[in-house]
């Protein structure tokens, strides 16, 4: 088995192997390339989006400047949009549903490390997806941890850090995340 295939397994892998750092090093030059483009340059934003996202539906944007890990281990869904900032670790799959709607400088990591002093200082690590359902709304300066799951309609709000799955339908907020409330109204 490959360091990559390991490492979309969620088996402990080498983040030094040749082909993984080489696939970081390309996404980096293409999320630099993105994030370097004029504002009004959209058909170029489009383009440099497409080779950025392992699959994104129509209407997809993610204002610069953005970075991913991988790029390919993330799929966005129909009017995704991304304010400023956004960081994607993506050494796992991320799954973003449709009208999901990110605030400035929020952090999504799927890469995580032993705990085990002696395990950690193998260098090895691993990742757990994460998944954020439709509908959802993130306030800004949030950070998703690795393995967690967001429900389809749910808030969460600016400065929560997100350590376990939220549910469907409700206002968290927090650090850590916590549900304040389900959600009723409409407006």
Known sequence: MTEREKML???PYDPGDP???RLRLMMRQICQAYNNLP???E????RLRMRMLGAHKERAYMEPPVWFDYGVNTSVGERFYANFGLTVLDSAQVIIGDYVEIGPNVDIYTATHPLDPTAR???LEYGKPVRIG???WIGGHTVINPGVTIGDNTVIGSGSVVTR???A???????????????????
């Open 39 to 41: 504002p009004e340059d």
């Open 165 to 167: 799955d939220i549910p």
């Open 169 to 187: 339908g409700v206002l968290a907020a927090g650090n850590p995340c916590r549900v304040i409330r389900k959600i009723v109204e409409s407006l």
């Open 9 to 11: 397994a969620g088996e």
């Open 121 to 123: 200082a193998t260098g």
């Open 134 to 136: 439709n509908h959802v």
């Open 43 to 46: 058909a170029g934003h489009d």
């Open 19 to 21: 082909e993984l750092v």
